[in-house]
């Protein structure tokens, strides 16, 4: 039974105002000798057995997010501190979006054909493909940084205006900079993408900096009342229409007075498709200061996707927006 | 070059109103005699290519969306009807959330113990705990779903209250089914969940049958201003106090006329927190007709989670008050 790791759970208890089960006291047993890593995310430790013959078990709770947590802040330095170091593998990921898996192939083709000494692999997903650059070979770990570096600075030329970001850095997050950095203020008006453009970028800590208001109207009432859409427009073009998008990015602005704004309506089905509007069917309209851009689009894909889709095109939209008006 | 492929390749692009490159071509060459899985998510289709052996090679496209449309809908069949039957393995999750895995499995206890034909595996998650029952042995599929039927209603009985579904049900569509059942309609007012309340009740088609409008009130103006919350309130108890989740609650209520209201406020980190008011600290209301409860929540976890967790919350104390309420 270990004291350390049976306190640190008393506490993460008495913190929450839960009562400790003896189920609990179980998880702070641990093997003679072990290595404990603390886990601050839940009850039960990582821990690591290592026998006479330097053979090692690792034992990690089975929760994903604090597996995770473990393995990234104590088992790979664990690791790494008993291996022999030979050619360090390193990644780096370039991040885009708005352009096809193929077209950004064409794009590329040249630079993957002259990489050499690194692989560069293709990482398609909804909202973007990823370029995954590895290097396999280099000396040291300075070397495949310089790799690394080299390759990112070519795909960087030719993915142009579609390369958003490196590694874990999502477009919300380059966007929210951006808006803060020129001191801008924001309005976000959804129907189809029902909070998912707020929900974004709100996932990013210090997003109340400029983000005033998010307005979810799914009803036309709503659209009405809170964005000022008139009656008139959603009738003669319905609220998935171009004039119903622009009418919802100047509401949502002049009731927050922020100095730039996001709407989106659309069509997410599986229902509320028609011949003329088919699911998938969604105008986006963005704005900064005086100028604003709206587009339609028509989103392949089931419910989850399009929204997704959805969501990020806003983004893009904004964020080139705010990149031409500097 | 099969024309099939091609041809619907062609139609994907014309929908989207893009051109098609060459590098697309490419994927509608297929080897010959390969059997052909449509993807109506992508480009390229899914193969199947037998030898003279029955030695079969599958090959799918790497999106994971699209691969793993690709094996519901084409490869487990095409495997199934190639595979000599044997006991089939079936599974079932039933869904818990509001208690954690250690209470649950004190609740279980005699059940798990009692189960000698089936396993039942726990599966924590932010959001609660799925228990995964696992027929393995049953002669044929009707025994297995007996099985599964009979440990799923001891589970059922024991975890009470806290089981909400099961096998991909998420607590969203419960919840929203119900309100649409008794005819309430939703108002919901999101501070520190910037949105996510919404974006998991809109991810359920059908939601706006119920769901009048949202409210991202990141900012003390916007509560004031959208949701009515006093000044005074504000000043006095704070953004993050029963008094401005109840204010706002109501507001939201009272703006739309809603019969049912959800309002968060709360700190997701990670700054803001304070001695008083650590990272976690949130407060939510939730409202049908004349009834509401209100609670606080200490949440742990990174900002992502506390977010989780507090959607999460948000939409079990609705639902649990829409449940009294009948």
Not at 80 to 107: F, K, N, V, Y
Not at 290 to 298: D, K, M, N, P
Request: include cysteine.
């Amino acid at each position: 039974m270990d004291k350390t790791v049976l306190e640190a759970m008393r506490r993460r208890f008495a913190l929450r105002g839960v009562a400790m089960s003896d189920t609990n006291r179980v998880q702070a047993l641990v093997p003679d000798g072990a290595v404990i890593f603390p886990n601050p995310r839940g009850t039960a430790p990582g821990l690591a057995v290592e026998d006479e013959a330097g053979r090692v078990v690792i034992l990690l709770p089975g929760v994903p997010g604090e597996m995770r947590g473990l393995v990234t802040e104590h088992v790979l330095e664990f690791l790494r501190a008993r291996m022999q170091t030979g050619a360090p593998i390193l990644h780096r990921t370039l991040r885009t979006t708005g352009i096809a898996e193929s077209a950004l192939a064409d794009c590329v083709a040249d630079v993957v054909r002259a990489a050499d000494d690194v692989t560069i692999a293709f990482l398609p997903s909804v909202t973007g493909v990823d370029l995954r650059v590895t290097s396999w070979s280099a000396q040291d770990a300075d070397a495949a940084r310089a790799a690394l570096d080299d390759v990112e600075s070519r795909l960087r030329e030719r993915a142009g205006q579609y390369a958003y970001g490196v590694d874990r850095e999502d477009l919300a997050e380059v966007v929210g900079s951006r808006l803060r950095a020129d001191g801008l203020t924001l309005a976000v008006a959804e129907s189809c993408t029902g909070g998912l453009v707020c929900k974004r970028l709100t996932d990013v800590p210090g997003s109340s900096a400029f983000l005033l208001a998010g307005f979810v109207t799914y009803a036309n009432d709503a659209k009405t009342k809170f964005l000022g859409v008139s009656e008139q427009t959603l009738e003669q073009h319905g609220a998935v229409s171009e004039a119903t998008a622009l009418e919802m990015l100047a509401g949502a602005r002049a009731t927050t007075a922020a100095t730039a704004g996001i709407a989106v309506t659309g069509i997410a089905g599986p229902d509320g498709g028609t011949r003329e509007k088919p699911v998938g069917t969604v105008w986006i309209g963005v704005s900064a200061h005086e100028r604003s851009s709206v587009h339609l689009f028509r989103f392949l894909g089931e419910r989850t996707e399009i929204r997704e889709r959805a969501a990020q095109a806003a983004l893009v939209m904004l964020w080139n927006l705010v990149r031409e008006q500097t």
